[in-house]
């Protein structure tokens, strides 16, 4: 009886993931369409259209392609962790949905402590990167492996003070707590600062345009995968728009209220969560393409003077500013779980 309920609760967990994997998987793979697309017509041309009705077939298309490919292993390489590389830089990407509630009581795991979990799981994205650079035995692959960790490093300072800001005003680490105590006001508007901040660095940290260094500085190179090829290539082009989709989450749950709709009565309210929780993740994902179609690419040196110089002590001040209005108004949260 005991092993029979073990295996139920064991099938529903899986059924869960599922759940959530799958539909975000279908998603990344309609996200490189839709960056294509909203690129395009933002540079006056078509984009692709071609397979399928309005290219929609497209993503299937370059799948089967990169699957079709041969897996090169370059002969100097350290082949185990050359392998592990991408598979861990995927990996990280899907497990970091574990706590993103969708809606009130629709989360994988409620933990107290979510906030530090998805913080924890966006920093270990840097060791795929530092693998993959040293495993290729290439000078080129590893400069671009230290150039990209050094950039998402720098970045996770800000982000990490920008989410103090929001904890001192909420005075718990669980996600859905956040959210709810967003229901009169959304982050976004009092910590506008911040929100603008945390934006930019998810850009920085995702290693998108105009923060896309790894890409190649002075070298005609794809930073630090440019000894992959096939699937092993297409898992570290999935897990940077899987990020981008995560972080676009995160800045949904921190500012933008997660599920909750922009105004508390009709017709809002007649929209369920999950909905609004889908269409404020559009809404940002939107703002990344936006942004790649627009701004040319910063120097390196540009790029750190940004977050160390301006980001850092910016968002330092801020967090003190923050405490010391709500301390000044009787207004700080007590902390709990």
């Known amino acids: 009886m005991i092993i029979e309920q073990w295996l139920i609760d064991l099938a529903w967990i899986v059924v869960k993931i599922l759940a959530v994997v799958g539909p975000l998987l279908i998603a990344v793979a309609y996200l490189t369409l839709a960056e294509r697309r909203v690129i395009g017509f933002m540079q006056l041309r078509k984009g692709p259209n071609v397979v399928g009705p309005f290219g929609m077939f497209q993503p299937f298309a370059d799948a089967l392609k990169l699957m079709a490919k041969e897996t090169i292993l370059p002969a100097g390489a350290d082949k185990v962790v ?107 508007l009092p910590l506008f600062p911040m929100f603008v901040v945390f934006f930019i660095s998810t850009l920085a940290e995702t290693n998108r345009a105009p923060f896309d260094l790894p890409e190649g500085e002075s070298e005609l190179v794809a930073g630090y995968f440019v000894e992959y090829s096939s699937m092993s290539f297409a898992l570290f082009f999935l897990g940077e728009y899987a990020n981008m989709i995560l972080m676009s989450a995160m800045t949904t749950v921190l500012f933008l209220g997660g ?31 936006w ?31 923050t405490a010391g209005f709500l301390m000044a108004f009787d207004k700080l949260p007590g902390i709990g779980g």
């Not at 590893?142 to 970045?155: E, H, N, T």
């Not at 920008?162 to 904890?167: E, G, W």
């Not at 922009?262 to 889908?278: C, K, L, Q, V």
């Not at 910016?314 to 003190?320: M, T």
């Open 82 to 188: 050359f392998i592990l590389a991408p598979m861990l830089t995927f990996i990280l990407a899907l497990v970091a949905w574990a706590v993103i509630p969708f809606d009130a009581g629709l989360v994988l795991a409620d933990i107290n402590v979510g906030i530090l979990y998805l913080f924890a799981i966006s920093s270990l994205g840097v060791y795929g990167v530092i693998m993959a650079g040293w495993a290729s035995n290439s000078k080129y692959a590893f400069l671009g492996a230290l150039r990209s960790a050094a950039q998402m490093v720098s970045y996770e300072v800000s982000m990490g003070l920008v989410i103090i800001n929001v904890l001192i005003c909420v005075g718990s680490l669980n996600l859905s707590d956040i959210i709810e105590a967003q229901r009169g006001m959304w982050f976004a």
């Open 291 to 321: 942004v790649r179609a627009t701004t040319p690419r910063y120097r390196y040196d540009q790029l750190m003077r940004l977050g160390w110089k301006i980001f850092l002590p910016f968002s330092l001040i801020y967090v003190v500013l």
């Open 259 to 289: 599920w909750l709709p922009p105004f508390d009565f009709a017709p809002f309210t007649w929209i369920p969560g999950p909905i609004w929780f889908i269409l404020k993740i559009m809404l940002c994902l939107f703002v990344f393409l």
